[in-house]
Protein backbone atom coordinates (compact mmCIF):
# COMPACT_ATOMS: atom_id res chain seq x y z
CA UNK A 1 0.00 0.00 0.00
CA UNK A 2 1.59 3.61 -0.82
CA UNK A 3 1.51 6.17 1.77
CA UNK A 4 2.76 9.91 2.33
CA UNK A 5 5.75 8.64 4.78
CA UNK A 6 8.92 9.88 3.69
CA UNK A 7 11.49 7.24 4.42
CA UNK A 8 9.36 4.48 2.75
CA UNK A 9 8.14 3.51 -0.53
CA UNK A 10 5.20 1.40 0.63
CA UNK A 11 3.43 0.07 3.83
CA UNK A 12 2.84 -3.58 4.48
CA UNK A 13 0.86 -4.95 7.30
CA UNK A 14 0.15 -8.86 7.80
CA UNK A 15 -1.21 -8.32 11.32
CA UNK A 16 -5.04 -6.62 11.76
CA UNK A 17 -6.58 -6.01 15.25
CA UNK A 18 -5.85 -4.66 18.41
CA UNK A 19 -3.92 -6.05 21.47
CA UNK A 20 -5.84 -4.14 23.58
CA UNK A 21 -6.11 -0.62 25.27
CA UNK A 22 -3.72 0.42 27.94
CA UNK A 23 -3.84 2.83 30.58
CA UNK A 24 -6.97 3.81 28.50
CA UNK A 25 -4.93 5.25 25.30
CA UNK A 26 -5.89 4.41 22.00
CA UNK A 27 -9.11 3.49 19.30
CA UNK A 28 -11.97 2.32 21.27
CA UNK A 29 -13.11 0.88 17.95
CA UNK A 30 -10.74 -1.54 17.85
CA UNK A 31 -10.31 -2.76 21.28
CA UNK A 32 -11.04 -5.93 21.98
CA UNK A 33 -10.74 -7.49 18.95
CA UNK A 34 -8.71 -10.57 18.00
CA UNK A 35 -5.34 -9.80 16.38
CA UNK A 36 -5.95 -11.46 12.90
CA UNK A 37 -2.63 -12.72 10.67
CA UNK A 38 -3.11 -12.44 7.08
CA UNK A 39 0.05 -13.37 5.56
CA UNK A 40 -1.20 -12.66 2.04
CA UNK A 41 -0.70 -8.85 2.54
CA UNK A 42 3.05 -9.65 2.04
CA UNK A 43 2.16 -10.49 -1.83
CA UNK A 44 2.71 -7.25 -3.00
CA UNK A 45 6.28 -7.14 -1.83
CA UNK A 46 6.80 -10.44 -3.55
CA UNK A 47 5.14 -9.36 -6.94
CA UNK A 48 6.80 -6.06 -7.15
CA UNK A 49 10.34 -6.68 -8.93
CA UNK A 50 11.44 -3.17 -9.21
CA UNK A 51 13.32 -2.61 -5.55
CA UNK A 52 11.52 -0.55 -3.25
CA UNK A 53 11.94 0.40 0.66
CA UNK A 54 8.49 -1.10 2.51
CA UNK A 55 7.56 -0.29 6.38
CA UNK A 56 6.48 -3.64 7.46
CA UNK A 57 3.99 -3.65 10.32
CA UNK A 58 2.84 0.36 10.26
CA UNK A 59 0.11 -0.57 12.62
CA UNK A 60 1.53 -2.79 15.11
CA UNK A 61 4.76 -3.67 16.28
CA UNK A 62 5.98 -7.67 15.28
CA UNK A 63 7.52 -8.40 18.06
CA UNK A 64 4.55 -7.48 20.30
CA UNK A 65 3.62 -10.68 22.67
CA UNK A 66 0.82 -11.66 21.09
CA UNK A 67 2.14 -12.77 18.00
CA UNK A 68 4.33 -15.81 18.05
CA UNK A 69 7.33 -16.34 16.95
CA UNK A 70 5.97 -19.24 14.17
CA UNK A 71 4.41 -16.09 12.30
CA UNK A 72 7.22 -13.84 12.44
CA UNK A 73 9.31 -16.82 10.87
CA UNK A 74 6.84 -16.51 8.43
CA UNK A 75 7.29 -12.81 7.66
CA UNK A 76 10.99 -12.80 7.75
CA UNK A 77 10.61 -16.04 5.06
CA UNK A 78 8.94 -13.65 2.65
CA UNK A 79 11.44 -10.87 3.25
CA UNK A 80 14.43 -13.08 2.60
CA UNK A 81 12.50 -13.72 -0.95
CA UNK A 82 12.10 -10.51 -1.79
CA UNK A 83 16.23 -9.75 -1.92
CA UNK A 84 15.71 -7.05 -3.82
CA UNK A 85 13.41 -4.58 -1.49
CA UNK A 86 14.54 -3.05 2.10
CA UNK A 87 12.12 -3.85 5.15
CA UNK A 88 11.73 -1.49 7.67
CA UNK A 89 10.52 -2.98 11.27
CA UNK A 90 10.25 -0.53 14.00
CA UNK A 91 9.77 -1.84 17.83
CA UNK A 92 9.14 -0.83 21.58
CA UNK A 93 10.01 -4.61 22.06
CA UNK A 94 13.94 -4.87 22.09
CA UNK A 95 13.88 -7.47 24.83
CA UNK A 96 11.77 -9.84 22.45
CA UNK A 97 13.42 -8.92 18.99
CA UNK A 98 16.64 -10.29 20.77
CA UNK A 99 14.77 -13.21 22.30
CA UNK A 100 13.62 -14.06 18.13
CA UNK A 101 16.67 -13.28 16.83
CA UNK A 102 18.96 -14.91 18.99
CA UNK A 103 17.27 -18.63 18.31
CA UNK A 104 16.40 -17.13 14.62
CA UNK A 105 20.19 -16.68 13.29
CA UNK A 106 21.35 -20.27 15.00
CA UNK A 107 20.37 -20.95 11.16
CA UNK A 108 22.38 -20.03 8.37
CA UNK A 109 19.98 -20.28 5.56
CA UNK A 110 17.65 -17.91 7.46
CA UNK A 111 19.96 -14.93 7.72
CA UNK A 112 18.95 -13.61 4.14
CA UNK A 113 16.03 -12.11 5.62
CA UNK A 114 18.24 -9.60 7.89
CA UNK A 115 20.27 -8.57 4.83
CA UNK A 116 16.78 -6.49 3.61
CA UNK A 117 15.55 -5.60 6.86
CA UNK A 118 16.39 -2.29 9.23
CA UNK A 119 15.28 -3.24 13.32
CA UNK A 120 14.83 -0.27 14.73
CA UNK A 121 13.93 -0.01 17.96
CA UNK A 122 11.50 3.33 19.35
CA UNK A 123 11.00 5.12 22.30
CA UNK A 124 7.38 5.91 21.27
CA UNK A 125 5.01 5.96 24.94
CA UNK A 126 1.53 4.53 22.73
CA UNK A 127 0.47 1.30 24.28
CA UNK A 128 -0.28 -0.33 21.61
CA UNK A 129 -1.01 -0.73 18.12
CA UNK A 130 -4.06 -1.42 15.85
CA UNK A 131 -5.31 -1.35 12.58
CA UNK A 132 -8.21 -1.99 10.28
Known amino acids: MSNNIGWCDFTLNPFKGCSGAIDGFGDKRYEGLPVRFDLSAMDAALKRKKPATYFLCSMRDLFHESIP ?63 D
Open 69 to 131: FVQIDQVFAVMALCWQHTFKILTKRPERMREYLGDWLQFDNRTDAINQAALIITDGNEPFACS
